[in-house]
């Protein structure tokens, strides 16, 4: 039997950022995971927007991580194969496996890794128990659920999984590299949607060192016609569907596989389990679209490790009402809230035809290009990501909130960074 304070159950990104923080204010904890390193994995990409990389600094191990990614300071904006604007960007571009191998390199020594499976977990007001794979226990206070969209233990635990929207958007990643010349002439490009019937919101490119990297979203079912098609001649398909796009881009080639994921958006209710608590996918998935996957995690393991973790342990017991403050904090909740509300309104302005999607489309079109105008002309106006529906995610409407209260409650955690 091994004893710790908080033991951490998934080294993703949420874990190993937990594991991170925890270790860091001295903490301490257990970080569990079948991987010693984090194997290579397609889903995040990109971290992008202001208001996502501060998010990520609030955990205190940004700078040293985000050293490791491809930076591109300008992102060109283009619809029907026209150029609208050349706006600058915040943008760092890192492969998931490698991001979360980043992150794992600032885990201070202190924190014990335990590379196997949990196969059990027990969970009580007083201690929880770990079993794991290879026949060790481990007792805890705390068990952080951090395991993505692994269901076996939650549904050991009997916690209810929601399903708010079945195949909500699908994700497809390649690389693409120039035909007949050394490189393209942006720095990183969004492309959205010629047409609402190609059921695509957009195409981003962005460099990842030396590799130009496409991440292509689209709306539809996972056994779509257009998929297999996509598999089967992906140059053509992608041709077919944004005709105008080789305006902006030149002639390209795609190379290497496709990586499809489609994304189910779910909500598991865990407010009634005692010593534990849900962080990232392992409470709720976002929609990759709207690009606030990466937001969620790091509010959810920010307010967790900076907030919530160091006032349960100044009180003996993890009872329910303790874990239920989590789940109630009003940045977390707001983040939330937040990012489901743009998965819905980013499908609708992208593939509804109702009059008043198709003015927003239109409204988001021309406000692109003014913007872009303004920017020429030398004018200083920059319009917010979310009113122009661009997948950046700097405006959520808890950032002043959370940069009020984090900053006021984070010096536990972050000051040591």
């Known amino acids: 039997m091994r004893y710790?304070?908080?033991?951490?159950?998934?080294?993703?990104?949420?874990?190993?950022?937990?594991?991170?923080?925890?270790?860091?204010?001295?903490?301490?904890?257990?970080?569990?995971?079948?991987?010693?390193?984090?194997?290579?994995?397609?889903?995040?990409?990109?971290?992008?927007?202001h208001g996502q990389v501060e998010r990520f600094e609030r955990t205190g191990i940004a700078d040293s991580v985000l050293r490791r990614a491809t930076f591109s300071g300008e992102n060109w904006i283009a619809r029907f194969g026209h150029l609208l604007d050349k706006a600058p960007s915040r943008q760092f571009n890192i492969p998931y496996d490698s991001l979360v191998n980043a992150i794992r390199d600032e885990?201070?020594?202190?924190?014990e890794r335990i590379w196997t499976k949990a196969v059990s977990v027990e969970t009580s007001a007083e201690r929880s128990r770990i079993a794991l794979a290879n026949d060790e226990t481990i007792s805890a206070r705390l068990v952080v659920l951090a395991n993505g969209l692994n269901v076996g233990l939650r549904h050991q635990l009997g916690i209810t999984r929601n399903i708010i929207s079945a195949c909500h958007s699908i994700s497809i990643g390649f690389d693409v590299v120039p035909a007949g010349r050394n490189s393209f002439d942006f720095p990183a490009l969004t492309y959205?949607?010629?047409?609402?019937?190609?059921?695509?919101?957009y195409i981003t490119l962005f460099p990842i060192g030396t590799r130009m990297r496409a991440n292509l979203f689209v709306y539809r079912s996972f056994?779509?016609?257009?998929?297999?098609?996509?598999?089967?001649?992906?140059?053509?398909?992608?041709?077919?569907?944004?005709p105008r796009l080789k305006h902006i881009t030149g002639a390209f080639d795609i190379q290497g596989e496709l990586k499809i994921r489609p994304v189910d958006l779910y909500v598991n209710d865990a407010s009634?389990?005692?010593?534990?608590?849900?962080?990232?996918?392992?409470?709720?998935?976002?929609?990759?679209?709207?690009?606030?996957?990466?937001?969620?995690?790091?509010t959810d393991v920010e307010r967790?490790?900076?907030?919530?973790?160091?006032?349960?342990?100044?009180?003996?017991?993890?009872?329910?009402?303790?874990?239920?403050?989590?789940?109630?904090?009003?940045?977390?909740?707001?983040?939330?809230?937040w990012s489901a509300a743009k998965a819905f309104d980013f499908r609708s302005v992208s593939i509804a035809t109702s009059p008043y999607w198709t003015a927003q489309r239109w409204a988001r079109f021309m406000a692109w290009s003014s913007q872009g105008l303004l920017r020429r002309l030398g004018g200083v106006v920059h319009l917010e990501p979310n009113f122009l529906g661009h997948s950046s995610s700097s405006s959520s409407p808890s950032s002043s909130s959370s940069r009020s209260s984090s900053s006021s409650s984070s010096s536990s955690l972050s000051s040591s960074a």
């Open 304 to 337: 967790l490790c900076n907030v919530h973790i160091p006032q349960w342990l100044a009180s003996d017991g993890m009872d329910a009402d303790k874990i239920a403050a989590f789940y109630a904090d009003p940045v977390k909740r707001a983040c939330d809230e």
């Open 107 to 111: 885990i201070p020594e202190t924190v």
């Open 223 to 242: 056994d779509d016609p257009w998929l297999r098609e996509l598999r089967r001649a992906p140059a053509a398909t992608l041709d077919a569907a944004l």
């Open 272 to 298: 009634h389990q005692p010593g534990v608590a849900l962080v990232g996918d392992a409470f709720a998935t976002s929609c990759p679209v709207a690009g606030t996957g990466c937001d969620r995690v790091f």
């Open 4 to 49: 710790t304070d908080i033991a951490i159950i998934g080294g993703g990104l949420a874990g190993s950022t937990a594991a991170a923080m925890l270790g860091r204010a001295g903490i301490s904890a257990v970080l569990i995971d079948p991987h010693e390193t984090y194997p290579a994995d397609f889903r995040v990409e990109k971290l992008s927007g």
């Open 192 to 201: 959205f949607s010629e047409r609402p019937s190609d059921r695509i919101p």
